[in-house]
């Protein structure tokens, strides 16, 4: 995982010297190309060579590996924690707490959701889960296998009904036996179908989740980015996760979301198997980011 950043950060500086002189704008432009190989946005790479640029001004032109990657590290650190805070989806603020998952087909939506069910309920809450996918053939055979794998209830109607009465049923269920979580699959859309959009935006109206994640496949690097963006647009989220990152070997995505589309990521998908998944740490990211630095 990440194995392309720490490559082409440690590749800055020549391998037998730790310790460079660099015209300022120099160093600045390695940071600068090395993070959009990476998969940083180029509005994060600017920020961040421009900080280097300047620390090496400062220092005379002198700089050493170990400075730079702490330069770089804080700099990251700092977009991560200008997002807003996430709310504690373990600690809900309220019985049922619903939440809604959003994302084009084949990211990952359904698998997460089977994962986080799961992972709730290895934690004592009871949840129930929607499948508001009636629109692909197989969707609700596929979270229906998921409900008896990870032992939790799914509610289900017929293929090609109202996905938002499902979710309805889900909340009603849920409601009368005051469980602790309702997660709703939707159906993947292609960018701009219009119909699926109006569909998630229907789901919303009725469902009013609490929280509505949307589902980005690192697989597909910097082209998340505009699929967030279009989300965003078109029905709005508070918060992500990111799938797949056991496939990441740039390691860079994850700082443009958070940076361009200033929303917390809550939870990343590392595997194909329900335990797959763990909750979003800055710190643990840094940490494969920049092991050196922790040195
Ligand atoms: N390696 C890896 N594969 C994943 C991860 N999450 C999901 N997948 C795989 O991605 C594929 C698609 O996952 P789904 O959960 O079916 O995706 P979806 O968003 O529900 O897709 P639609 O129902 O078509 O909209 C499956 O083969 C999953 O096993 C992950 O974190 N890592
Ligand atoms: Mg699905």
Request: charged share 30%.
């Amino acid at each position: 995982m990440f194995e392309g950043f720490r490559k082409r950060l440690g590749s800055i500086f020549s391998s037998r010297n730790r310790e460079e002189v660099f015209k300022k704008s120099e160093l600045g432009e390695r940071v600068f190309e090395a993070l959009v190989e990476s998969d940083v946005s180029i509005g994060v790479a600017e920020r961040i060579s421009d900080i280097s640029e300047k620390f090496v001004e400062k220092s005379g032109g002198k700089i050493t590996q170990s400075q730079m990657l702490s330069i770089i590290r804080r700099s990251v650190k700092s977009v991560l924690d200008s997002v807003e805070s996430p709310v504690d989806i373990l600690k809900p603020p309220k019985k049922p707490y619903v939440i809604m998952f959003l994302g084009v087909n084949g990211g990952g939506k359904t698998t997460t959701i089977a994962k986080l069910a799961a992972y709730l309920r290895s934690r004592g809450s009871r949840v129930v889960l929607s499948a508001s996918d009636t629109f692909r053939a197989g969707a609700i055979e596929q979270i229906a296998h998921w409900s008896n794998e990870v032992g939790v209830e799914l509610i289900r109607h017929e293929k090609g009904s109202d996905p938002s009465s499902v979710a309805y049923d889900a909340i009603t269920h849920a409601v009368a036996r005051k469980m602790d979580y309702v997660l709703i699959d939707t159906a993947g859309r292609m960018q701009n179908n219009k119909n699926l959009v109006e569909e998630m935006k229907k789901i919303k109206r009725v469902a009013k989740p609490d929280m509505t994640l949307l589902i980005l496949d690192a697989m597909i690097g910097q082209d998340a980015l505009i699929q967030g963006k279009s989300f965003m647009d078109d029905v709005g989220f508070d918060g992500l996760v990111i799938t797949k990152l056991d496939t990441d070997a740039k390691g860079g995505l994850l700082i443009s979301l958070c940076y361009e589309l200033k929303k917390p990521v809550y939870f990343i998908g590392t595997g194909q198997r329900a335990e797959d998944i763990m909750e979003f740490d800055s710190n643990w990211y840094l940490e494969r980011l920049f092991p050196e630095s922790f040195n």
